[in-house]
């Protein structure tokens, strides 16, 4: 026998002396667990179970020990518009809709039409540059 045959002939045994058996120990535990276990893990599984749900923070003043107030919450906020985030193209694309939009919920004072130039104005850099426009002031939380 040649040298060549007999380094093949070990590397066989190595190979289906180690590989061989691992795969079937694998092949096994996979079976194990998938079938015979699995009452088990479902069970296990439905232990951790995580439900999440959205918990409303309470509002109101934050004191300290001695009882001042030190923060307190106010449900009013300003809304803002940056007219220079969006490219010219996606702007002028959905002017109509934001015009819509924002004559619906935001400020029914105003037209769509007149929303709809107001913002071109906006848009309009020789006039203005100013990238935080107030739209609404003092909107109430709910």
């Not at 069970?43 to 409303?56: K, P, Q, S, T």
């Not at 107030?69 to 220079?84: C, G, K, M, R």
């Not at 739209?135 to 109430?140: C, E, G, P, R, W």
Request: hydrophobic letters at 40%; charged letters at 25%; glycine letters at 4%.
């Amino acid at each position: 026998m040649d040298i060549k045959n007999e380094v093949l002939y070990r590397v066989y045994i190595v190979l289906f002396g180690l590989f061989v058996p691992i795969a079937i120990i694998l092949v096994y535990k996979t079976f194990q667990i998938s079938v015979q276990e699995a009452e088990h893990w479902v069970a296990v599984g439905e232990d951790n179970y995580i439900d999440e749900r959205e918990i409303e923070a309470e509002r109101g003043n934050v004191t300290a020990d001695d009882g001042s107030l030190l923060a307190t919450s106010v449900p009013f906020f300003d809304i803002y518009f940056d007219p220079f985030t969006a490219t010219e193209e996606d702007y002028k694309n959905n002017l109509d809709t934001l015009a819509q939009c924002l004559a619906t919920y935001v400020d029914n004072t105003y037209t769509v039409g007149g929303f709809k130039e107001y913002l071109t104005d906006l848009r309009d850099t020789s006039v203005n540059r100013n990238r935080r426009v107030l739209l609404k002031s003092k909107v109430s939380y709910y």
